[in-house]
């Protein structure tokens, strides 16, 4: 018998930020057979093959500090799950930040068929990276989520502004700082859905990945689930109506202004017909 590689069988989530990752985040973690460690988006492929000071040490004790450390009320919390969490914190923060440090985060799972990483950042890895991490998997399974790229676009900067206590700025920017902020690489770079698609195309075979729309899983959410399901070849589950229905994340609520679609328009285009070009069908209503 073949002894198992590194990662097992490892499900990817490497969606475009604001294009609906936290909503199938919220629902998969409910699935019996897919184990997700406490931290959503790890970014460990980010960090070892593209940016080394993504997990260094003052990121990892930022994040341990401020999403677990202070993050319980001790009249309400359950001792056990705050235990668990300490102990996968202490994982978190040991080192070195390997290949076996990765493996380590997912500790707790059992039965689980799966290890889940939803990190929006493995979505910039280059081609030649995804052979080495599927050499290191029993079984990857890898999906990518767009969504109109100017509606995603105009959401990803009022998320941003907001999450930065700067949302105020929308009041005040002409078109000039708007782009120049929109162009900016942390936000531009989860527009570019063409590169990302050739990247996946180029790096793994078509039953590894796959590809979805923010759109068509809002016309149909349930049927988006049992979609993924098949990809992932795990056992249908029954979501409850109301968890189907919730909204995560939503950005202020502000009105797109009238010059922030012409300051894109050529670039929309292209990265549409980039998707287009690559066989998927274009969900009605981009563009509009």
Not at 59 to 71: I, M, P
Not at 117 to 126: C, I, K, W
């Amino acid at each position: 018998m073949t002894a198992p590689r590194m990662f097992g069988d490892l499900f990817l989530g490497v969606g475009a930020m604001k294009a609906g990752t936290t909503w199938l985040y919220a629902m998969l973690e409910r699935h019996p057979q897919l184990h997700f460690c406490p931290e959503k988006e790890i970014h460990y492929f980010y960090h070892r093959y593209v940016d080394s000071a993504q997990l260094d040490e003052r990121r990892r004790l930022e994040n341990a500090r401020s999403r677990y450390l202070l993050r319980f009320d001790p009249a309400s919390a359950n001792i056990d799950r705050i235990r668990q969490n300490l102990h996968w914190v202490s994982a978190y923060l040991s080192g070195p930040v390997d290949d076996h440090w990765y493996r380590g985060l997912f500790q707790m799972r059992a039965h689980h068929r799966y290890a889940c990483d939803f990190s929006n950042l493995s979505a910039h890895l280059p081609p030649e990276v995804w052979p080495r991490i599927e050499a290191s998997c029993d079984r990857l399974r890898v999906l990518y989520t767009m969504r109109d790229p100017l509606r995603r676009l105009w959401s990803h900067v009022k998320f941003h502004l907001e999450l930065t206590g700067r949302l105020h700025l929308l009041d005040d920017w002409g078109p000039p700082e708007m782009e120049a902020f929109a162009r900016a690489p942390f936000i531009w770079e989860n527009a570019e859905y063409g590169r990302t698609l050739r990247a996946l195309h180029a790096g793994l075979a078509a039953p590894n990945r796959m590809a979805i729309f923010y759109e068509d899983i809002h016309a149909d959410r349930r049927a988006m689930l049992a979609r993924i399901e098949r990809f992932l070849g795990v056992e249908p589950q029954d979501y409850p109506d109301a968890l189907l229905r919730r909204r995560f994340t939503e950005s202020a609520p502000r009105q797109m202004p009238d010059y922030f679609a012409p300051l894109f328009a050529d670039d929309m285009a292209r990265i549409t017909a980039e998707v287009a070009d690559l066989g998927y069908v274009i969900p009605a209503g981009w563009g509009t």
